[in-house]
């Protein structure tokens, strides 16, 4: 018996490595040397990297979404945290041998926190989509090289939404990944559900905004009429925005999203732009009207205020006459929201037919702030009712990829919300408070 070689004296220790994120010097295509974030398989003992995974390149699926930098260094730290779990607490020797039972174990893990704590919903449902993600991208790469233990089927499903319309029902084709018989945690997120303000509604917050906040007004509209971001607009100079005119009139205004926080001054964000593109005011003539007039309006406060309103300059400033930050901007709309927007309403419905109807949306907006992105969604949403425009119109107005499942996705998660914008039935009236206030 003394012969028999001990094998527990050559098994790898697992305790003692650890995946990382790394920066790791590499050659690009053109063979220039470019610093790229690799997943590495390191030592814990002095953090020397023992092996280059290359598992980095299943993180996102690069023919759906524009390549962030942001969105992939988040993604790539939830899927250390499970490459880390399959480490440590299960005898997988290759992620091609990872289970079904291996994934909904670790998500049920994920539910508590370190301290102890639930972990919101919305936090724990990106984490598992970001795994979900990486699993589905492994397998669909290696598929035809080794066999599984768990197939997409089994952690994918296809859902057909019907959208009713006018000319009859359109159906959309949605993925969605399964939730493997998990209940998600019941703590929510600050996240906002009712994250839009109906159709008729937004002429009341123009309004307050033009009265009570003129240096937003602008903002809000851009959000609104062209789906623009809080950390867009507030990135913008005049020189960005491009108005085109026929024969006197205005036939398109072009807002130029090229260069992210050009305004920045150390620390503080003062615009990142999700996406490089070209975006336009939508080409409906009251809204390009309107948005005209307001760049006129904006230019003359501007003025008013010995700030400048032409070139390079930024168009929105703070009290400090700096450029304004996002969170500048989305605390001024939060603050017109509660201080004047919900007055206003109450004042313009009260003893018309529109009262029942518009106090039983006050009560949500009293319960639930739709957040600033609000405007963005009801840009969405008037597309899609108003306009009734198709899919690939709705993406590009929206400045989305023409490939995503943007639309799709917003159908099936919002149905019930563009139900409620479909069928309101309040508009506003400037002149009912003038009746109020004589």
């Not at 909904?104 to 993600?133: P, Q, T």
């Not at 949306?361 to 009734?388: D, S, V």
């Amino acid at each position: 018996m003394n012969q028999i070689t001990d094998i527990d004296k050559y098994r790898v220790n697992r305790s003692r490595y650890i995946f990382k994120e790394k920066k790791v010097a590499l050659a690009n295509e053109e063979g220039m040397i470019v610093t790229y974030g690799c997943v590495v398989l390191v030592a814990k003992e002095n953090d020397d990297i023992v092996a280059y995974t290359g598992l980095e390149r299943y993180v996102i699926d690069l023919s759906k979404n524009v390549f962030s930098e942001s969105r992939f260094r988040i993604a790539t730290s939830r899927v250390i945290g499970f490459l880390n779990y399959v480490l440590h607490e299960t005898k997988v020797n290759n992620l091609s041998e990872i289970d079904i039972n291996v994934i909904r174990e670790y998500l049920l893990k994920k539910k508590i926190k370190d301290n102890g704590e639930e972990m919101k919903s919305d936090s724990w449902g990106r984490i598992r989509y970001d795994i979900f993600v990486f699993l589905q991208n492994y397998y669909k790469c290696n598929k035809d090289k080794v066999e599984f233990s768990y197939n997409i089927d089994e952690i994918l499903e296809t859902k057909i939404i019907k959208e009713k319309r006018q000319k009859g029902i359109r159906r959309h084709v949605v993925n969605e990944y399964k939730m493997l018989n998990i209940k998600a945690p019941k703590k929510r997120d600050n996240k906002r559900r009712n994250r839009v303000i109906m159709y008729g509604h937004l002429k009341t917050f123009l309004y307050v905004a033009k009265k009570y906040e003129p240096m937003i007004y602008l903002a809000v509209l851009l959000m609104a009429y062209a789906g623009l971001r809080e950390g867009e607009v507030v990135n913008l100079a005049f020189d960005d925005i491009e108005i085109k005119r026929k024969l006197g009139a205005v036939e398109k205004i072009v807002i130029h999203l090229e260069e992210s926080d050009k305004f920045r001054v150390g620390k503080s964000h003062t615009g990142v732009i999700k996406k490089i593109r070209q975006q336009e005011v939508y080409e409906e003539d009251d809204f390009l009207e309107e948005v005209t007039r307001a760049i006129e309006f904006h230019k003359d406060y501007l003025e008013s205020l010995g700030l400048p309103n032409d070139g390079s300059n930024a168009i929105f400033y703070n009290k400090h006459k700096k450029p304004m930050s996002v969170k500048t901007l989305t605390s001024r709309i939060r603050d017109l929201f509660y201080n004047h927007f919900i007055r206003v309403l109450k004042e313009t419905s009260e003893n018309t037919i529109y009262e029942g109807e518009t106090y039983a949306h006050i009560e949500k907006y009293e319960e639930e702030y739709p957040g600033a992105h609000m405007f963005r969604h009801w840009f969405t949403m008037f597309l899609i009712t108003k306009k009734r425009l198709r899919p690939e119109l709705v993406r590009h107005w929206r400045g989305d990829e023409p490939d995503s499942d943007s639309y799709e996705e917003y159908i099936h998660l919002n149905n019930d919300l563009l139900e409620e914008y479909k069928k309101t039935a309040y508009s506003f009236q400037e002149g009912l408070l003038e009746d109020i206030y004589e």
